[in-house]
Nanobody
Framework: QVQLVESGGGLVQAGGSLRLSCAAS????????MRWYRQAPGKQRELVAI???????NYADSVKGRFTISRENAKNTVYLQMNSLKPEETAVYFC?????????WGQGTQVTVSS
């Protein structure tokens, strides 16, 4: 079983940047496909970015060109670099690890973008 801990959230002005981190403990990190989701108040959780165990990436259309997902297997960590942030991207950001039928979640980190 994988335990995930997100960090790096905070308050930033519109147009600013943040880098989120998700550290995994236990398990063999490099076999997991890693995802970042976000959930704004009153809205459904939405997928933001994916990075596979092989390093392939995919993004929601709304963040393409502004967000970058990456992973550092030696540190059991996945990152989400977020640039040009918008107020409507205020949400709790969650890290998710998937392998086979297993799916594990972190507790989330709050990102608040002020206008």
């Amino acid at each position: 079983q994988v335990q995930l801990v997100e960090s790096g959230g905070g308050l930033v002005q519109a147009g600013g940047s943040l880098r989120l981190s998700c550290a995994a403990s236990r398990g063999i990190f490099n076999i997991y496909n890693m995802r970042w989701y976000r959930q704004a108040p009153g809205k459904q959780r939405e997928l933001v970015a994916i990075i596979t165990s092989g390093g392939n990436t995919n993004y929601a259309d709304s963040v393409k060109g502004r967000f970058t997902i990456s992973r550092e297997n030696a540190k059991n960590t996945v990152y989400l670099q977020m640039n040009s942030l918008k107020p409507e991207e205020t949400a709790v950001y969650f890290c998710n690890a998937v392998y086979g039928v297993g799916s594990y979640w972190g507790q989330g980190t709050q990102v608040t973008v002020s206008s």
